[in-house]
């Protein structure tokens, strides 16, 4: 086995994530660099404190100002969808914990990731940086994107939303994919959107999940 780079990551969480991994792959994940990123990070040093045993279940559980941290077959399967190489420039929606951050880091992607709740924020930053993950950590409403920094290869909705802002669309590549739970508030399809040229772009539909709400503005939760 091999000793983790993260301090406090010890011999059981790695083999506890081991046990996750497969469970992935038995509901059909199949992408073996989002396998192998999720085998590295963490998961367990994202949660609140109370609910750090379970770090390694498939679920999603609470973290702070109301929000959740996805259940990592979710992460996986919004990973995968992405259809990842490795440099692209990730624009992510709703950091929340930064879990999801860390594994897009971990796979070798430039990620510009944006919170409306200063909070989450903030907590997401000073972790990733304690764990040498670095990406670009923005507070703001996640409906308008990252103009000033886009075009983006890949745009990742980490939160429920009733429609694709024709904002983030245009701030895709020719070629670009965004994936995003779009449908009422208790109950989401996930969407592959890609872009094809300036003007079109093709959708298809993933499955259904469930998601905390994409909210517009800004909190100082």
Aim: proline share 4%.
């Amino acid at each position: 086995m091999i000793l983790s780079r993260f301090e406090g990551d010890h011999f059981q969480h790695q083999g506890q994530r081991r046990k996750l991994i497969n469970g992935l792959i038995k509901k059909g994940i199949r992408d073996e660099r989002v396998l192998e990123a999720m085998s590295v990070v963490p998961r367990h040093l994202f949660m609140e404190s109370g609910f750090i045993r379970f770090a390694y279940q498939d679920q999603a559980f609470p973290i702070a100002a109301g929000q959740t941290i996805s259940q990592p077959y979710t992460v996986a399967f919004q990973t995968e969808l992405l259809e990842l190489s490795e440099h692209q420039k990730v624009l992510e929606l709703g950091t929340g914990s930064g879990y999801q951050t860390a594994v897009l880091v971990e796979m070798g992607m430039r990620v510009f990731t944006v919170e409306r709740i200063r909070l989450l924020s903030n907590s997401a930053e000073t972790l990733l940086k304690k764990l040498d993950y670095q990406a670009y950590f923005m507070f703001g409403d996640g409906y308008k994107g990252l103009p000033t920094y886009g075009p983006f290869d890949r745009i990742l909705i980490t939160a429920g939303a009733p429609g694709i802002p024709e904002d983030l669309k245009n701030q895709l590549t020719i070629g670009g994919i965004l994936v995003a739970p779009i449908g009422e508030k208790d109950h989401q399809t996930m969407i592959k959107c890609q872009r094809i040229s300036e003007d079109e772009f093709v959708f298809s539909e993933h499955g259904g999940f469930v998601f905390v709400p994409l909210l517009k503005g800004k909190s100082d939760s």
